[in-house]
């Protein structure tokens, strides 16, 4: 798991949430948010 940032071309930062399984190095999830809070990853994790 993985939080990368990017920017837009209108200057607003975009949050990326990334799961990648370690062995095969395949992009299992990426969830898209403007801002993250802590349960929502937690409840991404754990349905």
Not at 3 to 23: E, P
Not at 26 to 34: F, G, K, P, S, Y
Request: aromatic share 8%.
């Amino acid at each position: 798991m993985d939080f990368i940032m990017a920017s837009l071309s209108n200057g607003r930062r975009i949050k990326c949430q990334t799961n990648v399984d370690d062995f095969t190095k395949e992009c299992l999830d990426i969830q898209l948010h403007w801002a993250y809070q802590a349960n929502r990853s937690v409840g991404h994790l754990m349905p």
